[in-house]
Each structure stands twice: as C-alpha cells, then as structure tokens.
C-alpha cells in the first residue's frame, strides 16, 4: 500500500508533468492556447531574457504555474460542462495517471537500490512487522521503567472519600508490582484505602510536593532527595508507563 507521503509526491510531481505534456496538446486546442498562457512563459516576448530564462526554471515558478493552469481547466469544466472542456480537463487526468505509474515505479526502484531511506523497514506498516515493533518498544520501556525504579519510588497522595483516588490505586498497586517499584502511599485525610492499608498519614509532605489535586503520584529519588510529578488526576495503567517511561528516559535528570 502506498504511504501517505507517496501519495502527496506523486500528486505533487505528477502536477508538474502537466507543464511539459500539456504544451504539445495546447498547440491544436483553443481552449489552452487562450486560457494556458500562465504556464507558458517562454512564448512570451517580454520573457526572453536570462533572469527570465532562470525563474522559469524554478520548480517553485513552473508548479504555481501549473496549478493555476490545472485549477483553469477544472473550473472551466465545471462551469461550462461541455464536451470539449471536460474532454480537455481528463485529458489532463489521464497525463496525471500515466506520470503517477512511472514515479510509483521509479520511487520502487530506489527503494530497493537504497534500502536505508525505506522508512517502512524501520516503522513497519503491516500487522506482522507492526506487532514486532511494538513488543520491541514494550521491551524497551520495561527495560528504562526497572532501571528508574532501582534507584527511585513513588508518592502516592490520595484521600479516601475522593472517587478518582479509589479507582486509581489499583492501578498504582498493579504498576508497582509489575516493575519491582516501591511505594510509599500517603493519605491525606488519615483513612487508608484497601490497597493501601498501612499507608502514611500526612504530615506536612503534601504541601511541601505542592499537592493540590488528588489523587497525585510523584517519582522520587531517596538519595538525592529529589522528585518530579508524574501525573495528577486519574489516568489508566497504559498512560502510567507511559509517563512513568518518558520521566525514565526524557525528565531522568531531574531525579538523579
């Protein structure tokens, strides 16, 4: 299946095609002789100088050209829709297929001569290269997420009657088990939760993280003595690791 990118430069590069197959078209047409002079800079006397000769070499020039051609004989045939102007408009599309094929091909066949510029080969775009890209990237967020928790742990703050508090330390004790991690689960309101149920009452530690909002679960390093906040609000077991894994490997610093 064509990427996304492909198609933007087959459209872009077939477009452009118009610019040379069209001239020999507009030679027995009075629709382009009349309405194509856009695009045809050289037959105009006030262009035959160098500078002239130089912009009308640039790619940039030729395709501003060629759309506003391109954009003149789609609204011709819409507004006139007769035979010879919608003859005239898919002719055109047909020049467009015929250059799209011979990039499609080509872009192939550099591709396979030059393989590192594939990006499907290091971002795969089928299921059975899709499914081994993303196990690798799991094996590498388990491996940066037991790294961060040899060193540090989490603050859990939550209060008891908060809804999002209950709902969120499962989920907190289900990561923490996962990946070895220690927590230390502080309640705010002097009630454990059953996940929890020799948790810390507060005394002072949520004002001095700055807590706020509940439930708030922060990474802290107990040797530097150092912490970042890796979210507040409920979020699921998936958004955790994934938070838990850019602090490991983007915000490390900040806690080492």
């Known amino acids: 299946m064509m990427s996304h990118s492909l198609k933007l430069i087959i459209g872009f590069l077939c477009i452009s095609y118009t610019i040379f197959s069209m001239s020999a078209y507009a030679s027995d047409n009075d629709y382009y002789n009349e309405h194509a002079k856009g695009w045809h800079w050289y037959d105009d006397p006030k262009n035959n100088n160098e500078d002239d000769e130089v ?48 990039f499609s091909n080509k872009w192939k066949e550099v ?11 290091i971002h795969p775009t089928n299921n059975a290269g899709r499914m081994i890209e993303s196990d690798q990237n799991h094996a590498k967020e388990d491996t940066a997420i037991k790294q961060l928790a040899s060193t ?20 907190v004790k289900q990561f923490a088990e996962s990946y070895g991690i220690k ?61 838990v894994y850019e602090i490991a490997t983007g915000f490390g610093e900040k806690i080492k």
């Open 111 to 121: 591709l396979l001569e030059n393989p590192e510029l594939d990006y499907s080969l």
């Open 55 to 102: 912009e009308a070499s640039d790619p940039v020039v030729q395709m501003d050209a060629v759309r506003s051609t391109i954009k003149r004989a789609l609204d011709q045939a819409v507004l006139y829709p007769t035979k010879e102007n919608i003859k005239n408009y898919k002719i055109v599309q047909d020049q467009l297929s015929r250059q799209a094929e011979k």
């Open 152 to 171: 540090s742990g989490l603050f859990f703050f939550y209060h008891s009657t908060c809804p999002y508090c209950r709902s969120f330390a499962p989920i």
């Open 183 to 243: 927590v230390i689960p502080i309640t705010t309101d002097g009630i454990s939760l059953p996940e929890f149920p020799n948790s810390y009452i507060n005394q002072g530690q949520a004002q001095r993280f700055g807590v706020r909002v509940e439930p708030a679960l922060f990474a802290v390093n107990p040797y530097t003595e150092r912490a970042f906040p890796i979210t507040y609000g409920l979020i699921s077991l998936s958004d955790l690791k994934r938070k």
